[in-house]
């Protein structure tokens, strides 16, 4: 996972990979198939879960701004462990990435697509309840979350510390609308 997370998919070779598990090629690809799975199961293995843990803490959070600050502050952390590369997994991976790795490409936004969908829907619940303005944009405000998810893994990836992303969560969240 930490190969992937600090070169990115295409430029973890299969070498590297092996040397740093500690087994042969062939093990690899028994175990996984091929290299592209063997990311996938990384990128699982990073979100605690895959997008279905994610979507859980949204679905149980008591409204969609504590699923916000949840998803906002667990990228800030994970942006600035003590024992990972800086920055997010998935907005690591493919920055910059031939059209070879387009499939992964697209499971990668994919994963953020469900992630992102559970959000609106929870804001939408939130604005039949009243807990949001009639008038609040739920696509947009859940896009807005993925928005500063994404850039607060360029800053950390920049050297930005734990708490300058904490304070950006602040940040972003004090703009949540609230009802009238």
């Keep these: 996972m930490h190969l992937f997370w600090r070169h990115g998919y ?8 092996t040397q740093a598990m500690g087994i042969t090629p062939p093990s690899l690809y028994g175990a996984f198939g ?3 799975r063997l990311f996938l199961e990384a990128v699982d293995r990073y979100l605690g879960g895959g997008a279905a843990a994610i979507v859980q803490t949204i679905d149980e959070a008591a409204t969609g701004h504590e699923a916000a600050r949840a998803l906002l502050t667990a990228a800030a ?6 024992d990972t590369p800086p920055g997010c997994l998935l907005a690591s991976s493919l920055v910059s990435s031939s ?5 992964i490409r697209e499971e990668l936004a994919e994963i953020r ?9 929870r804001i939408e619940d939130d604005i039949q ?14 896009g807005h979350v993925f928005a500063v998810v994404q850039g607060m893994s360029t800053l950390a990836k920049d050297g930005a510390g734990r708490d300058k992303l904490l304070r950006i969560v602040d940040q972003a ?3 949540w609308p609230r009802p009238a």
């Design 34 to 36: 091929d290299k592209r």
């Design 129 to 142: 309840a009243g807990r949001a303005p009639r008038h609040c944009d739920a696509e947009a405000l859940a």
């Design 173 to 175: 969240m004090a703009g």
């Design 113 to 121: 697509r469900r992630i992102e969908a559970a959000l609106r829907a």
């Design 10 to 17: 295409e430029a973890t070779s299969v070498a590297e990979l």
């Design 77 to 82: 952390l994970g942006d600035t462990g003590e």
């Design 99 to 103: 059209a070879v790795a387009a499939e």
